[in-house]
């Protein structure tokens, strides 16, 4: 049955109360919820794929009829509410282009080792360590999606891929890449060693590169903020690994480098569709 929308013109409307001050409060939680912007953000958050599921809509009233199907084809339709540009920007803050919102709910929170396959079978993670900048964790959240990996594994300093921010940069992947966030103080090489992930720290000053061994069968590529980079802890104990680069320059964007990573270790495990 197709679901009927509801027409709010008061941007006082208490059903609207959750996308109210979008810029402000996204940088402080929502109380179990997240802001989904965009229509291709919203088709991956209503479809069969995602890890979480729509609480309401907000469109402008000319993107409804092109939405229509999808949020008809949810097993639970969330309800709908349409509203004029003004509208819809007084809520939010800021103004509204794409016209296109949706509140989305967390849900309860997986542990790592729920998302990782089981030994022997190959696997694939992406760690990310202290990054705290919302297109970084986007951008490597889309890389990962890209590349098959398994899951995405933060740990308690980075910023939450959930952010409004980091879900438009990801091209939406945060809402159906797999990930886990560790708790303050857990140690990623004990999360390696219980998974039986072989870790791998990219970083520019290592001796080895991506390319002189075989990809492991089951890896963990941990990568660190832009600058710092891993911290000696991590680099001591896993394996430290490169991207070979032209003579003069080792510095790339987080996200560019996890993507070089996450390619060549997918390639070496056979996760990408090469036929097509």
């Known amino acids: 049955m197709e679901p009927v ?3 709010i013109t008061d941007p006082d409307d208490p059903r609207l109360e959750p996308y ?3 810029r402000e409060r996204d940088l402080v939680g929502r109380a179990g919820r997240f ?3 965009g229509e291709v953000t919203l088709r991956l958050l209503l479809g069969g794929r995602s890890r979480f599921r729509a609480e309401s809509i907000l469109l402008l009233p000319e993107r409804w009829p092109g939405l229509t199907e999808a949020v008809a084809a949810c097993p639970a339709p969330p309800p709908v509410f349409l509203a004029s540009r003004a509208v819809m920007s007084a809520v939010a ?7 296109v919102l949706a509140v989305g709910l967390r849900g309860a929170a ?4 729920a998302l990782v396959p089981p030994a022997p079978a190959p696997a694939l993670v992406l760690g990310l360590a202290g990054l705290t900048n919302h297109d970084n964790v986007g951008a490597a959240f889309r890389n990962a999606a890209a590349f098959g990996a398994d899951a995405v594994v933060l740990d308690a300093a980075s910023c939450d891929p959930l952010y409004r921010k980091s879900i438009r940069v990801s091209a939406g992947a945060a809402l159906i890449q797999p990930f886990a966030q560790l708790a303050a103080g857990q140690d990623w090489l004990q999360l390696a060693e219980a998974l039986d992930l072989q870790p791998l720290a990219l970083s520019p000053g290592a001796t080895e590169t991506l390319e002189q061994h075989a990809a492991p069968k089951r890896a963990l590529l941990i990568l660190g903020t832009e600058g710092p980079g891993l911290d000696t802890a991590i680099l001591a104990q896993a394996r430290p690994v490169r991207i070979p680069m032209a003579a003069g320059f080792d510095s790339l964007n987080v996200a560019t480098a996890a993507g070089i990573a996450l390619h060549k270790i997918a390639c070496g495990q056979g996760r990408l569709d090469v036929e097509r």
């Open 20 to 22: 109210t001050r979008m």
């Open 110 to 113: 997986p542990d790592a080792a």
């Open 93 to 99: 803050g800021f103004p509204i282009h794409r016209g």
């Open 35 to 37: 802001i989904a912007e």
């Open 5 to 7: 929308p509801e027409t």
